[in-house]
């Protein structure tokens, strides 16, 4: 039998898989820098390009330090919800190109109370499996590929 509670919460950590992944990703971009046939000025600006990012993107997406990272998502009779220490339980709309995966969930949302100035942009949240514990991924995966109207945007 299968259960029709909307209920469903779970909140993750920060994953060392990701971490390595991203590290790798700029380390190798960085060593792309090296052999490149242009100016020492392009180079450098490169560099500090990749630094900007890693500033910017460790502390919200990977080590979920910052305030404004996304830590947990919920279904209630609400809607779904991510949370953040910033904003709270903040009601999402879940886009189709979400992946739930045995190795890792891609979220992909649009926040629904977002200022019309931000233009309601679409992000993106990569959860690997292990960020939670193998029991609560599992239930994640499988509550994103067959929850009701997982899609419907939060009346």
Not at 11 to 25: G, M, T, V
Not at 32 to 48: I, K, M, T
Not at 58 to 67: D, G, N, Q, V
Not at 113 to 122: A, D, F, I, K, M
């Amino acid at each position: 039998m299968s259960s029709r509670s909307n209920r469903f919460e779970c909140r993750w950590q920060a994953s060392r898989l990701l971490l390595a992944a991203y590290l790798i990703a700029q380390v190798l971009a960085l060593i792309s820098l090296c052999f490149l046939d242009v100016f020492w000025w392009a180079r450098a600006l490169g560099a500090l390009a990749c630094l900007a990012h890693g500033l910017w993107a460790l502390p919200r997406f990977i080590l979920l330090s910052s305030a404004m990272a996304f830590t947990g998502l919920r279904r209630n009779a609400d809607g779904w919800q991510l949370w953040s220490d910033h904003g709270g339980w903040q009601a999402v709309q879940l886009r189709r190109d979400s992946l739930a995966l045995p190795l890792v969930v891609v979220l992909r949302f649009r926040l629904v109370n977002e200022p019309r100035l931000l233009g309601r942009r679409v992000r993106g949240l990569c959860i690997p499996h292990d960020a939670l514990a193998p029991d609560e991924h599992r239930r994640l995966r499988v509550r994103l590929k067959f929850s009701r109207r997982r899609w419907a945007a939060p009346e």
